[in-house]
């Protein structure tokens, strides 16, 4: 019997190193393929690829061949610390739309007709999510369009581009809107990393008694999806008939005043917020799960603070390391 293969565009990144892990616990043979291998581990890959998929001879190269599946992770992102800024747009939209364009392409050329695209929930119109209670991010919400950033709008543009392929060239692409993913191996400083690991290592860094500094007055409102979550759904999805798009994330909201006391209460610390001023991106957001458990069968079940007992315990790991 053949040994099933599969490619990870973006298999450097959180999200991609451990998509490699789980395909090839899954018996995967995996071509991993980034600008950068893995920071944080070394990567599980059969083979990995350094290099720059926004270039089209590299894809050309790394889609040599039919692969039994191809995951489309590469772009560029990071927290609000860098999307909202507006510093970065013209880099967001050209880097990840040229990827996109590239992997579409090179799939089609090779006769590969499934491709699972990584959307994001930054595609949903900012006016539906000034409430922080009541957030409305159901899939059939996303038009008319109205995104808060142009990470949103390349995402959302994108999606079309892998659905278009879908209508006129009879491919089978997959498309998913993540929902602040999270844990072990993401990103945990310099400016692109997201909530719960910007958080998790303030509270680690912070004397007991000592001040947290928290962006905005603490009532902006998301949910967080442990990795493995992710995973799981991301792997139903591509496997289903269900083409999306459809929301993979936690329904678990919270403001970002309980995020902090959730990781105190891991950390055993007593914390004084302290807020300033900084990039919030919407109001509110909130998983809609009611599209993939329909479709799917499947809802995320593991707790929000579970994953932050083991993301904490990483991150506190890594500034051990560091401080030696």
């Not at 059969?46 to 590299?58: A, G, I, M």
């Amino acid at each position: 019997m053949l040994r099933k293969t599969a490619l990870v565009c973006g298999a450097g990144g959180f999200i991609g190193s451990h998509l490699v892990r789980r395909l090839r616990h899954e018996g995967f043979w995996v071509r991993g393929v980034d600008l950068k291998l893995p920071e944080y581990e070394e990567t599980e890959a059969d083979e990995f690829v350094v290099d720059d998929l926004r270039k089209q001879e590299t894809c050309e190269r790394v889609v040599d061949g039919r692969f039994d599946e191809v995951y489309q992770l590469a772009a560029d992102m990071g927290g609000a610390g860098y999307i909202f800024t507006g510093e970065h747009d013209a880099d967001i939209i050209h880097n990840s739309s040229t990827i996109n364009l590239n992997i579409a392409h090179g799939c089609r050329r090779r006769g590969i007709d499934r491709i699972f695209y990584s959307s994001s929930a930054c595609i949903y119109p900012a006016h539906n999510q000034d409430d922080p209670h009541n957030p409305n991010c159901a899939e059939s919400s996303a038009y008319p369009a109205a995104p808060d950033s142009e990470y949103g709008w390349e995402k959302l543009i994108s999606e079309r581009l892998f659905l278009a392929y879908n209508r006129n060239y009879a491919m089978r692409n997959r498309i998913a809107r993540y929902h602040n993913i999270f844990g072990p191996s993401g990103t945990w400083q310099g400016g692109k990393e997201k909530a719960p690991a910007a958080i998790c290592r303030k509270v680690a860094m912070a004397l007991n008694g000592g001040d947290i500094e928290i962006w905005g007055d603490g009532q902006q409102t998301r949910s967080f999806l442990y990795v493995d979550e992710c995973l799981e759904g991301t792997t139903r999805l591509m496997r289903s008939d269900f083409e999306g798009p459809v929301n993979i994330g936690s329904d678990e909201m919270v403001n970002i005043d309980q995020l902090v006391d959730l990781v105190c209460a891991i950390a055993g610390k007593r914390l004084h917020k302290r807020y300033i001023a900084g990039p919030l991106g919407v109001r509110g957001r909130n998983s809609d799960n009611r599209l993939i458990e329909q479709k799917l069968g499947w809802r995320p079940s593991q707790s929000l603070t579970a994953g932050l007992e083991k993301t904490y315990a990483w991150i506190e790991s890594q500034l051990l390391r560091k401080a030696a």
